[in-house]
């Protein structure tokens, strides 16, 4: 029962740091006369994906490597089958961005990467499937290139969209940055070795527990955002919020965390990495094989039906 509630509450200190992180980083960048577009791109983004970002690198120093690859598997197969299948149902999602063309087939690509980085036993004739270090430098040097091109695409295009920041003193902004990092470092801690006892306890494996609890807990903003924007019929900003997020997730928090430490790839994840790819593939299909390019409600509950028998499967 401790465990579950520290769980819960690192958790709570992990989305409101990562909250606060961004208010007070977008609030200096903005006084700083940084653009709006980089603004988003940069420290917006980074704050939906730092709960997974912080949650693997304590993972990757406590050498909980399962749990690592878990929770960027886990985190992207829910924000796809998950965040977009529940999304579509409430509103059907129509792609109106024409960036969403590159980046959606690009997240199929990165899923593409961890498959090949992740099969040294088949590609390289190895003793053993891991991800190195260098491995995660390739993903890095990837992540970068995706900035890049997000950033100058942004600005090329004429696409400034005011980037809505409260207004702060530049003291009440660093102030929430500290704040905003000392919650992430003490719910990422919080959540690893709570979920580490949590699998202990029923016999779980750091696998498991990543895929399931873990990821859907650091995803929470991401749904909040994707819903939120749902509500509002903005539902291109849904579609890309899920997609950067995925992209994220595997260039630079994989990334990131494999360069902290390298990851053991366990078998059972072939299962876990192959779905990763057919989600991609998927969302590319009802995506633009078909008219509107839209995703109907009954594609979003053909993504929910997938993800709660992936849960079963993992569950028994």
């Known amino acids: 029962?401790?465990?579950?509630?520290?769980?819960?509450?690192?958790?709570?200190?992990?989305?409101?740091?990562?909250?606060?992180?961004?208010?007070?980083?977008?609030?200096?960048?903005?006084?700083?006369?940084?653009?709006?577009?980089?603004?988003?791109?940069?420290?917006?983004?980074?704050?939906?994906?730092?709960?997974?970002?912080?949650?693997?690198?304590?993972?990757?120093?406590?050498?909980?490597?399962?749990?690592?690859?878990?929770?960027?598997?886990?985190?992207?197969?829910?924000?796809?089958?998950?965040?977009?299948?529940?999304?579509?149902?409430?509103?059907?999602?129509?792609?109106?961005?024409?960036?969403?063309?590159?980046?959606?087939?690009?997240?199929?690509?990165?899923?593409?990467?961890?498959?090949?980085?992740?099969?040294?036993?088949?590609?390289?004739?190895?003793?053993?499937?891991?991800?190195t270090r260098t491995d995660g430098l390739i993903l890095l040097l990837f992540f970068a290139i995706f900035l890049v091109y997000n950033v100058t695409l942004s600005q090329n295009s004429g696409d400034e969209a005011d980037i809505e920041t409260k207004h702060y003193t530049h003291i009440k902004s660093i102030l929430f940055i500290v704040l905003g990092l000392v919650g992430l470092v003490v719910g990422g801690r919080l959540i690893v070795d709570s979920a580490v006892s949590i699998a202990q306890i029923f016999g779980l494996s750091e696998r498991v527990i990543g895929l399931t609890i873990v990821s859907i807990g650091t995803s929470l903003p991401e749904l909040a955002t994707s819903l939120v924007a749902v509500r509002k019929k903005n539902v291109d900003i849904a579609i890309g919020n899920v997609v950067g997020s995925n992209i994220f997730n595997i260039f630079l928090v994989l990334g990131v965390s494999t360069v902290v430490n390298s990851v053991r790839v366990q078998e059972a994840s072939s299962v876990d990495i192959l779905l990763n790819i057919v989600a991609g593939l998927l969302l590319f299909i009802f995506l633009f094989i078909g008219k509107g390019r839209r995703l109907e409600r009954w594609e979003g509950m053909i993504f929910v039906a997938i993800y709660i028998g992936y849960l079963y499967y993992l569950l028994q």
């Open 1 to 131: 029962m401790i465990d579950v509630l520290l769980l819960l509450v690192g958790f709570v200190a992990l989305i409101l740091g990562a909250d606060k992180l961004v208010d007070g980083a977008s609030n200096l960048a903005k006084r700083l006369g940084i653009p709006d577009i980089v603004i988003g791109l940069t420290i917006v983004a980074f704050g939906t994906s730092a709960p997974e970002l912080v949650v693997n690198v304590f993972a990757a120093v406590n050498n909980n490597t399962e749990m690592v690859l878990g929770n960027v598997l886990g985190s992207n197969l829910f924000n796809v089958f998950g965040i977009l299948g529940i999304c579509a149902i409430v509103y059907p999602l129509t792609v109106k961005n024409n960036t969403t063309w590159i980046e959606i087939p690009l997240s199929f690509l990165a899923a593409v990467a961890v498959y090949i980085v992740a099969n040294d036993v088949y590609f390289d004739n190895s003793a053993e499937n891991l991800i």
